[in-house]
């Protein structure tokens, strides 16, 4: 799906990208450049770059980076077209829609629609004659009428037609009920149906508040206890977290994660408006990214038992990544939050959560929990085991504290604990320090791309072939002294991206971000900036031929038989020709 280049054009030039990204971060100037604390990863040194010169943001901790339409969609979790719609009604612009990308966008919101109205017919319901078994479940479940309204709960009736029948006299048909995961084709009879069925309904809502799936709960013995909305256009599992539109505009400094909708919205009940639940999965890294955007700070409530405690660590080591702060809460006389509450009350539950555990004290409390520290072979394994984990910990205080800690849990002395400590960490230290000279020795190895199936097959010339990439996103017309072709690059991605940019040139266009958003995913602008970041400064004529010679001598040895010793001999000195002009360059050597 493409929009016409000059209204990409345009819709760039009326959204700056450090007006678009100063909404979202506290900017300052450095030099030609403006840094902020990253949006997308928990910092404190501002490692975050606007570059107004060539319309892109990179970050050099977590290599993020792309243009301004890129930006949006990792920053309002939307994809690249509803994020050209973003900025065009940021601007007062009107998106010129072709008739395929006009009618994908009416499916999507057609969708969208349907979703919505299904979740009036099941609210509907839920207050019907026919509702009554979903009331009684939600009395039982002591949910107030405030709460159920809010979350817009309702009931699908026994039946296998209720909801299809009437979506039918709403305009939709069954393609559309199929498409929207509503509904259920029977592969004998070949018929639709409708997929829930005596079930409390929970309507799962975006963060921009659209209706895109469902879960419900059935009534009675029934399998499965819980059903979601299969995998749709609009509704993924793994990118979605029940009651986020609500818990986003919380204004406490936390978030709370469940495992269940139910937990989440007893929680808001009793007045603890940061309550969200994954959607009948485990945690995944989309979610951790999710979270990410809204929160520094999460405490987890999954239960105690063995297959908690084990989603518990999961999500930790997912959560730890995007620098969140992880406590764990411990419920003692109730197995998950909802009981809790309605059991002790929102006071008691509030001084749990005072004192939940940092992450480190719950990992060591559960590692403890492993060993019978009765017995001397166990204590000497959970002390070892113990001691691996206080090593990794980067702060010596935290070392000291934990490590004193679970000195006493295995009967020994804090010093004795410590020695061990002390020990691995000066092993693990080792080990960094080999790998950090490895790539030190290998320093092409940190420009190879992080996209996954990717890697640079001919190093020397994707270097050469970066560098050329960054001049002529600086200086245009050296496209008209440039005869390279795409099939020359060794590298797919940055041939892809260099005839992108010389087709925007041949077009009368300025090649920028604009023309490279449209047609390469997140992961692949975040490369390309990571290259226009690192390649950031002007070099002369004679180094810009040096970069095409390099190109096409490569290009030409992978593919010509060169049976002339003497040409192998001139190549060999051309290659080490340009090697030394590298090293006669400060910081272009790599």
């Not at 730890?320 to 309605?342: C, F, S, W």
């Not at 060993?371 to 000497?380: A, C, K």
């Amino acid at each position: 799906m493409a929009f016409p280049a000059p209204f990409l054009d345009e819709l760039a030039a009326r959204n700056p990208i450090e007006d678009v990204v100063g909404g979202y971060v506290a900017l300052t100037r450095r030099g030609s450049n403006l840094f902020g604390l990253c949006p997308f990863h928990n910092e404190k040194t501002p490692s975050f770059s606007v570059a107004p010169d060539k319309q892109m943001y990179y970050c050099f901790g977590c290599g993020k980076g792309g243009g301004v339409v890129n930006f949006i969609m990792e920053a309002e979790n939307l994809s690249y077209p509803d994020a050209v719609r973003f900025l065009a009604q940021r601007a007062g612009m009107e998106v010129p829609e072709d008739d395929a990308h006009r009618e994908d966008y009416r499916r999507r919101e057609r969708l969208y629609a349907l979703c919505r109205e299904a979740a009036r017919y099941f609210h509907a319901m839920l207050n019907s004659p026919a509702g009554g078994p979903g009331r009684a479940y939600a009395a039982q479940r002591g949910l107030s009428q405030s709460c159920i309204t809010r979350f817009g709960l309702g009931f699908a009736p026994e039946g296998w037609n209720g909801l299809r029948d009437a979506m039918r006299a709403r305009g939709y048909d069954e393609q559309d009920l199929l498409d929207a995961g509503l509904a259920v084709r029977s592969p004998q009879k070949n018929n639709v149906y409708d997929k829930f069925r005596n079930r409390l309904m929970f309507p799962i809502i975006d963060v921009r508040g659209n209706v895109i799936g469902f879960g419900g709960r059935v009534m009675g013995q029934g399998e499965p206890k819980y059903l979601n909305s299969p995998e749709t256009e609009i509704f993924s599992k793994r990118r979605n977290l029940f009651a986020l539109n609500i818990a986003k505009k919380t204004k406490r400094d936390y978030l709370i994660l469940t495992e269940g909708y139910m937990d989440a919205i007893t929680l808001h009940q009793y007045g603890f408006d940061c309550a969200v639940a994954s959607l009948g999965t485990s945690l995944t890294e989309q979610h951790a990214n999710l979270l990410g955007k809204y929160t520094r700070q999460l405490i987890l409530t999954y239960d105690g038992d063995s297959a908690g405690q084990n989603a518990s660590q999961r999500a930790i080591r997912l959560l730890e990544k995007t620098n969140i702060q992880v406590r764990v809460l411990r419920m003692t006389g109730a197995k998950d939050p909802d009981e809790y509450l309605h059991k002790f009350g929102a006071e008691r539950f509030a001084k749990l959560l005072e004192g939940a555990e940092n992450q480190v004290a719950y990992r060591l409390q559960s590692l403890q929990s492993r060993f019978d520290l009765g017995q001397d072979d166990q204590r000497v394994a959970f002390a070892r085991a113990a001691a691996d984990l206080v090593a990794s910990l980067p702060g010596a205080v935290e070392r000291e504290v934990y490590g004193a800690r679970a000195a006493e849990a295995a009967g020994m002395s804090a010093a004795g604990l410590m020695t061990e400590v002390e020990r691995l960490r000066r092993q693990k230290l080792r080990q960094e320090k080999r790998q950090q000279e490895k790539v030190d020795l290998a320093p092409m190895s940190r420009r190879q791309p992080k996209i996954r199936g990717m890697h640079y097959e001919d190093e020397k010339s994707a270097q050469a072939e970066e560098q050329l990439l960054a001049q002529v996103m600086r200086e245009p017309g050296l496209f008209d002294r440039i005869d390279l072709g795409e099939e020359e690059f060794s590298a797919p991605l940055l041939g892809r991206a260099y005839a992108a940019l010389r087709s925007c040139w041949q077009q009368g266009r300025q090649p920028g971000m604009a023309a490279l958003e449209a047609a390469f995913s997140p992961e692949e602008l975040s490369h390309l900036t990571a290259v226009l970041a690192r390649w950031d400064q002007t070099v002369d004529d004679r180094a810009v031929q040096d970069c095409v010679d390099v190109i096409r001598g490569r290009w030409q040895a992978r593919n010509v038989n060169v049976e002339s010793s003497d040409d192998n001999m001139q190549y060999r000195k051309d290659i080490m020709q340009y090697r030394k002009y590298l090293q006669e360059k400060k910081g272009l050597g790599g």
